[in-house]
């Protein structure tokens, strides 16, 4: 059979990804793989249109296509999203329509299963065939047991092709929404009492919803605000996976582009900061995924500890589970409240009128406030992983990301906590006397309330 392998890695062959793909290949010499850089050689597919009809001649004339590709920022990376934009724009669906897929990336499991059903999403707008996801630890190729799972996922994927297996979508389609917002006039503005307020935004059309959101935002606020249109950021291209900015937070693009002077002189001083973006398939636009995938010369730093984040979106968000938890992890992991979403779902003016309103008035007091909710799961597992995985495996080349840690005591392990591990181990003693432990069975839940009690007595 012929496979068409898209290679979301922006290192092309040189990734940890193809590794896993050659390891499949070496184990079924019977099928034909082919390898399509797509990430790495995005720009070309951009400006030429015959290198982008290749690739999708490839897909055409094959049995099944592989997805392929390293998690960046709770997502792929942008190159690859823009691919997957650049299938709509170009007309190309068809190409894609009835083949079988399945989809197989590594990473450090970090918010991989956003970046699954993301793809899985985007295979049955497509009306592909899709089988099933594989997301592997980047060090899984060395483990007996894990290759042999691996090897099982391939065989189950070409024994779908061959046996014309059914299978089932997962995603309704986005149904699109067909409203012109008509702001209205401002009856009373918020003063930022000081706090600044930074508004990132792809615009590409000033008579857009989006547009006219943001500009609706930014003008209930009396002073203090600065607009950016990401498309105005100086950026040569997207996050290349190179690692060379792990010793020291120096991107390799620095003296080739300005994004860093930008990154730092603009976004940092942020009190809050607000992404504006329409939805583009299942994601916000591939400009601003490439934004935040260059934010990545910080490592695993998060950028916003007790400050705010929200978002404008134009679009459907309402019917994207998946890309309504990926905003929400980006502000957890940066360590910022999470200060909420602004749609244009509801169909009404003045009803948007009154959201974007309300949303400005809340963010700055927010802010003024130093309000930052306590993280949910997205927070608190995230940092976990990160934290242990700075702490040993990406200690190296993570320099940079092991100093900051190191310096702001987030290597928090709970067997550093001496109070509760002290405490458990003597009470574990303690119900080894089989009366002990019926009396404190009697007792367990009355004494677990008593310090809470105590706290709501007297604070």
Not at 90 to 110: E, L, M, P, Q, R
Request: glycine share 6%.
């Amino acid at each position: 059979m012929k496979i068409a392998v898209l290679n979301g890695s922006p290192k092309g062959e040189i990734s940890v990804t193809v590794q896993y793909i050659k390891f499949i290949r070496k184990k079924f010499p019977q099928h034909e793989l082919t390898l399509l850089n797509i990430s790495h050689e995005i720009q070309k597919l951009e400006k030429d249109d015959k290198a982008f009809q290749n690739v999708i001649g490839e897909v055409e004339k094959s049995d099944g296509v592989i997805w392929a590709f390293p998690l960046y920022v709770f997502l792929v990376a942008s190159q690859y999203k823009r691919f997957i934009e650049m299938i709509g724009e170009k007309k190309a669906a068809g190409a894609f329509k009835g083949k079988y897929a399945c989809a197989i990336s590594t990473s450090i499991h970090f918010f991989d299963n956003t970046a699954h059903n993301y793809i899985r999403g985007i295979c049955d707008d497509l009306d592909m065939r899709f089988t099933e996801s594989f997301s592997a630890d980047m060090d899984d190729l060395f483990d007996d047991e894990k290759r042999r799972i691996l090897i099982k996922w391939a065989a189950d994927f070409f024994a779908a092709i061959e046996n014309k297996s059914p299978t089932s979508k997962a995603y309704a389609p986005v149904v699109p929404l067909k409203f012109s917002y008509q702001p209205g006039s401002i009856k009373s503005r918020v003063d930022c009492r000081g706090q600044k307020v930074k508004i990132l935004a792809d615009i590409t059309d000033n008579n857009s919803n989006i547009a006219r959101m943001v500009n609706r935002f930014k003008d209930v606020l009396q002073d203090g605000v600065q607009l950016y249109n990401v498309r105005d950021v100086d950026m040569k291209g997207g996050c290349l996976g190179c690692m060379q900015c792990a010793f020291d937070n120096v991107c390799v693009y620095k003296g080739k582009d300005k994004f860093m002077e930008f990154f730092n002189e603009e976004m940092q001083d942020a009190d809050v900061t607000i992404f504006a973006s329409e939805i583009r398939d299942r994601f916000l636009t591939s400009r601003m995924k490439m934004f935040w995938d260059r934010r990545f010369f910080y490592g695993h730093i998060p950028l916003n500890i007790g400050k705010q984040i929200g978002f404008i979106v134009s679009g459907p968000l309402g019917q994207l589970a998946n890309l309504q938890e990926i905003l929400q992890g980006l502000a957890e992991m940066s360590e910022a409240n999470f200060t909420g979403v602004v749609t244009d779902e509801c169909g009404d003016s003045a009803q948007l009128d009154a959201l974007i309103d309300g949303f400005a008035a809340r963010c700055v007091d927010y802010s003024e406030q130093k309000y930052v909710r306590p993280s949910t799961f997205l927070g608190v597992g995230g940092h976990k992983i990160f934290r242990d995985q700075i702490w040993a495996r990406l200690r190296f080349p993570f320099q940079a990301d092991y100093k900051f840690y190191t310096e702001h005591g987030m290597f928090d392990f709970p067997q550093d906590d001496k109070r509760y591990v002290d405490f458990s181990q003597q009470m574990t003693n303690m119900i080894q006397n089989p009366v002990m432990r019926a009396t404190v069975r009697k007792m367990i839940k009355t004494e677990m309330l008593k310090g809470y009690q105590k706290v709501v007595e007297t604070k």
